[in-house]
């Protein structure tokens, strides 16, 4: 028998971080990676091993277009028409794109339901001039710690999950049963779904954007009660799309975002490192992962690095 999916506003009571880091706190479960658990997270490096986990920044990533769109580089000089002393000639280039075209972060600010934004803080102070509370900017010092990757794909012996694919908290336990692995307070979780290797095989944007595998919101209690600071997935909404919930919208987005202040990372990459982790049977290893610090914005692009 299938699971009841959640009410969404009652499971936000319930998994809700309000107050839990005083009144005024914009970060959310950021807070958890303490320095204590990044100088931990760094004793997880075994061999120097650097695998990126972004997707390249260029005009054949999965946007579409509409309301986001690939980032579009152009050169504002190239040295060719430059004489100038000595032969010296330089080059620059400017670049256009949403904040969220690749590989990003969703701020604490991104999204937000019945008037207010994680912590209480008020809806309608994201105005046109950017988010007063919440914004990217206050994830600056950066995001590092002890990364865990879950590989679902794997798991189930498929190159990845179809759309549509809703993954419970009971799989999340066999997973992590399989690997071998914990997932603890203060952990940068990754899920690989495998819709990233999809894309890869495809090229496809438009199906790419459609739909896809991810999270069930019953999982927001799942990540709640191990303290997770960070959820990241290799989709673009981490949550199953389309929702559980007819006629509802990114569910998973409100209560992680809004109710639990927990920051998303998207559209990543976990193919070579998945490899690798098969390998060796070691899931677990040093996330890096900072986010531009663009005053008052609501999401950033990263370049989010794993080191074993």
């Not at 999270?215 to 909404?237: E, I, K, T």
Request: proline residues 6%.
């Amino acid at each position: 028998m299938t699971a009841a999916v959640p009410d969404m506003r009652e499971l936000g009571r319930k998994v809700r971080n309000w107050g839990r880091w005083g009144a005024d706190d914009e970060r959310g479960t950021t807070n958890l990676i303490t320095p204590e658990r990044v100088r931990d997270a760094a004793r997880l490096i075994r061999t120097g091993q650097i695998f990126e986990l972004g997707i390249p920044l260029d005009g054949n990533g999965p946007q579409p277009g509409g309301s986001r769109i690939n980032p579009i580089r152009l050169m504002s000089e190239n040295g060719q028409e430059q004489v100038l002393p000595g032969g010296f000639k330089w080059a620059d280039d400017y670049v256009f794109m949403p904040l969220q075209a690749g590989s990003q972060y969703d701020s604490l600010a991104h999204v937000h339901y019945d008037e207010q934004l994680y912590n209480g803080h008020p809806g309608d102070g994201v105005t046109v001039k950017g988010a007063d509370k919440c914004g990217i900017h206050t994830q600056a010092k950066g995001i590092a710690g002890r990364g865990v990757l879950l590989d679902v794909a794997r798991h189930r012996g498929l190159p990845w999950l179809e759309s549509g694919t809703a993954i419970t908290p009971e799989e999340l336990d066999a997973v992590v049963e399989a690997q071998g692995v914990e997932v603890g307070p203060g952990d940068i979780l990754l899920i690989r779904t495998g819709w990233h290797a999809k894309f890869l095989a495809e090229s496809d944007s438009a199906a790419y954007m459609a739909g896809e595998p991810g999270l069930s919101l019953s999982c927001a209690q799942w990540l709640r009660d191990r303290d997770v600071a960070v959820v990241g997935a290799d989709n673009w909404a981490v949550e199953v799309i389309p929702g559980e919930n007819p006629g509802a919208l990114f569910e998973l987005h409100m209560v992680l975002i809004r109710d639990m202040g927990m920051t998303l990372a998207e559209m990543l990459d976990f193919e070579e490192l998945s490899k690798a982790c098969a390998a060796d049977g070691v899931y677990d290893f040093f996330y890096t992962g900072p986010p531009l610090q663009f005053t008052r914005a609501v999401g950033s692009p990263i370049n989010p690095l794993a080191i074993r």
